[in-house]
């Protein structure tokens, strides 16, 4: 009776709230007592399908209510909802579906174009329901979404939920290129849910923007605050500048969550001034750092408070806030601006701490890997119990970042573990650089790797993406870099490329820039 | 590693705020960092007394900085605190220390006086240690707690606690009179912190004053939030008008928790106007229903934001709360006036209904049992199964307290299920008669119960106390009732006393009153 559940939470939104809005997506509009009958009606239609608690569903496609409605099915129901990454290949896919066997596949028009040549294979694969969430008549071999609820029943559905149960399986690819199921249990993210709620002003939201996907936590950081707190989830299929900008001024949207690669291209589109964003009052940003300089921009731009999130799928996901109080005295006061450079600190609830090889704390100042614990932290991997007793050992999750804390308790990230580079043997890491080559003017985007070098162990490469219509040479970027850096630092070649790989998530892929350089070669990870 | 401990909620406010003000007491003064090392040596201490993980103590004393660290302790050492009523007499001390048969004793010099003859008593129950929290040497048989600290090493325990283990059993008197042990968790507490964390606005104390006694979870609701800010902690023996004014203005307090009884005499104290109450920021009142009368009076005297709290020891106390921004728009709207008699909404975390004899929803404006569930919720009654399953029956605790919702899904509390008072086949709640009562000038307190009544089953009877210098006959007071009440709920006798009986938090006692009443009788609770 004391369990930490998601349909507790959701019961008690539909008890406070039952006549607010609940979801407006497209011309679809639902109040918290349509949207619990409709998860209802879903829950009982997996079971009328076959599906008992604990098995695994997949879910592949863009951002829509009956992408929530499935979270929540699963959350009521007991059934594991696996969120898939819309841009991940038949490779990626292929090796998640093998490793959690779904009986069902939720899938929108889009993926089915894609998707329709493949059922077979996929049917081979054990997965039995392929479930189609857009509107109208459903292809061949799948069933629709909306006849399927329509015909089960509204009842409330019984099930025993045990905190600790997995609520969802969430696949990173890591720089293996091998998909890790991250099992997020109900008490994982329900406690997320506790710790954004006391880090975010996300309680004050009425209206949420589900703008980056919602098969990544970062989206789902706010899902369930929203929905606790009776606020309207909007929805567009997908991340594009005009579409955030257009849903803003329709639906008067106050919260939404955005990586920097997000914001960046959002305050540069060119009719970014002619939308009323003026009721967006909070804009969560992280899944990765951000530069100084975008930073300074955004928060021109959009005159919103800005919270900085630091997380991993693996801590459902937040560890860290940089808050709005800590922004603006960044902005006011010269002697705070390298606060824009932090993560801010630990929520209320996890523990943080930056240690050496040895799991031995480092003083205020020293980079370390930062490790994490608390009841937010997953089970585990899925079918992975060697990487699962690596990752947790000593009982704290072990992240892989670097990062150091300053005299203030502010944590710093300052790269990857695998993406810290080691010439000469000096480490330098990527970020450090990347935020050099930010300043420069003409440059939009950039990103540093590490690439073999005979004499240094690994050079320091720029990739750099010019801004449309700027110029720059290879020698002008290099020069500003000396003077804004140490020696050792400054890139010893520097490439130009019209765009970066990057994830479903906008994360600037590094893994895949580094490939070309290190082919036919193992790069010894640090 | 993902376990809701009170250990990880001290370590992380150790961790953030080591050179902190931790506690203040009399002329005592210590850091967070120092409070964390004391409380090491008393954890380490208890080892060495032989104080098994699971093994009870006893602290019957009047509220210290070292009644703080006893809790603490037993959150880092895995043992189990008892904090006894420092109003019981020897028949309930008895019934609690054979009920849980403690291996130590915590007390101070107020206690140690009168206890000292009933020591050999002590003894025989199998208590092996009295523990002497007063400065000074300790009397015969009791060993000096600053002397046992000292001796002991200053090392982190090293034990493994799990969240479901008991902190604490902290016995309430009931209707009964038999002692029932509420056993909460470590995960019970720390969820009530998040849920004050969320629903208060604690997390802004600089100051927080323990004036309500600490056995007690009024004051125990406040006692985790504040240590996980890392705000100070300050003390005074027990609840004294003078000495609380004086202690704000001391100390420049904050924050503190009150009980209506408590608020009551505070304003009314000769000298309030001398002191300066201005540091004063949140003060959350509770415990019992708060006349409205009363309430206006607090809130303008102390310019404060008041919270209401409704809860129970049972919910580790926090159900519900009435926010400050209530209290501002009930004195400014007449209109919203009726929610200062509410105790607000549940708190997010917290599922409350309200139901009828088989657990079924009432609607909005119906009566009905408070039934409650959530993280917070107790494990059970200590050596009591049939108790514990009665009460939480169906997953619920059922708090006998009758209370109903409005439309906007306030709570009010109408009265004490055993309080009710059938009368002539018609249900009375005596908190509605005694709120008319409290609305005459000439009534400082007042309390209705039921009295055996041939005629009507139980007839209603006014116990008042006058104000000082206030003069009332009973026709003039019942006349008062007359023009205010439908005739049914009119008082049919009233009696003036000097003083109400009142347990240790200041909770006027009905089952004391009701026993002169019905001395030879047994009445029917419905």
Chains 1, 2 share one sequence.
């Not at 694969?125 to 459903?138: A, E």
């Not at 099930?159 to 998909?179: A, C, H, N, Q, R």
């Not at 080691?422 to 930010?438: D, F, I, P, Q, R």
Request: aromatic content about 8%; hydrophobic content about 40%; overall charge neutral.
């Amino acid at each position: 009776m004391n369990q930490l559940l998601l349909s507790n939470l959701f019961e008690q939104a539909v008890q406070r709230n039952s006549q607010a809005v609940a979801t407006l997506c497209g011309t679809s509009k639902h109040t918290y007592e349509q949207l619990y009958e409709r998860v209802c009606r879903l829950s009982n239609a997996l079971a009328n399908l076959g599906l008992d608690q604990g098995d695994r569903f997949v879910v592949l496609m863009l951002n829509c209510h009956r992408y929530l409605e499935s979270y929540l099915a699963a959350a009521i129901s007991g059934r594991i909802i696996v969120p898939l990454n819309i841009r991940w290949g038949a490779k990626e896919l292929g090796a998640c579906l093998q490793d959690c066997v779904p009986k069902a596949f939720f899938l929108d028009a889009v993926i089915a174009q894609h998707l329709t040549p493949f059922l077979p294979h996929l049917k081979a694969l054990g997965i039995q329901h392929f479930i189609y969430c857009s509107d109208g008549p459903p292809p061949d071999g799948m069933v629709s979404y909306e006849e399927l609820i329509k015909n089960a029943s509204s009842e409330p559905p019984t099930v025993t939920i045990e905190e600790d149960d997995v609520l969802g399986l969430f696949y990173t690819s890591g720089t293996t290129g091998v998909p890790k199921g991250v099992m997020l249990t109900h008490k994982n993210l329900m406690m997320n849910a506790y710790h954004a709620q006391i880090g975010l002003e996300f309680r004050h939201a009425s209206v949420y923007l589900h703008a980056a996907p919602m098969f990544h936590l970062a989206d789902g950081a706010a899902t369930w605050t929203t929905t606790w707190n009776g606020a309207a989830h909007a929805f567009i299929p997908k991340f594009d500048p005009a579409d955030v900008l257009n849903a803003i001024q329709k639906w008067r949207v106050t919260n939404t969550v955005l990586v920097p690669t997000m914001i960046n291209l959002l305050i540069n589109h060119p009719e970014f001034s002619k939308y009323d964003v003026n009721s967006l009052s909070q804009t969560l940003y992280g899944a990765s750092p951000i530069a100084p300089e975008l930073l300074r921009r955004a928060m021109k731009a959009l005159s919103c408070r800005f919270y900085q999130g630091y997380g991993m799928t693996e801590a459902a996901p937040l560890l860290t806030i940089l808050s709005p109080d800590n922004h603006e005295h960044a902005l006011k006061d010269p002697k705070r601006t390298h606060l824009l450079a932090s993560a801010g600190k630990p929520l209320l609830g996890v523990q943080v701490r930056v240690v050496d090889e040895h799991d031995r704390d480092v003083p205020a100042g020293t980079v370390g890997e930062i490790i994490a614990r608390g009841p937010n932290i997953m089970k585990g991997y899925w079918n992975k119990p060697e990487q699962t007793a690596k990752s947790l050992r000593g009982g704290w999750y072990h992240s892989k970042d670097m990062g150091r804390f300053d005299e203030e308790g502010y944590l710093y990230i300052v790269d990857r573990k695998d993406d810290m580079i080691v010439t000469g043997g000096e480490n330098v890491y990527s970020t450090e650089v990347e935020a050099v080559l930010y300043e420069h003017p003409a440059v939009l985007e950039a990103a540093v790797v590490g690439v073999p070098d005979e004499t240094w162990g690994e050079a320091i490469k720029a990739i750099v993406v010019l801004r449309s219509g700027a110029k720059a040479t290879e020698t002008e970027i290099l020069e500003y870099c000396k003077k804004n850096l140490s020696t050792y630092k400054v890139p010893r070649s520097l490439e130009f490329i019209p765009e970066l790989p990057k994830s479903g998530t906008g994360k600037i892929l590094k893994t895949v820039i580094r490939q070309k350089y290190w082919a036919g070669q193992e790069r010894r990870v640090h």
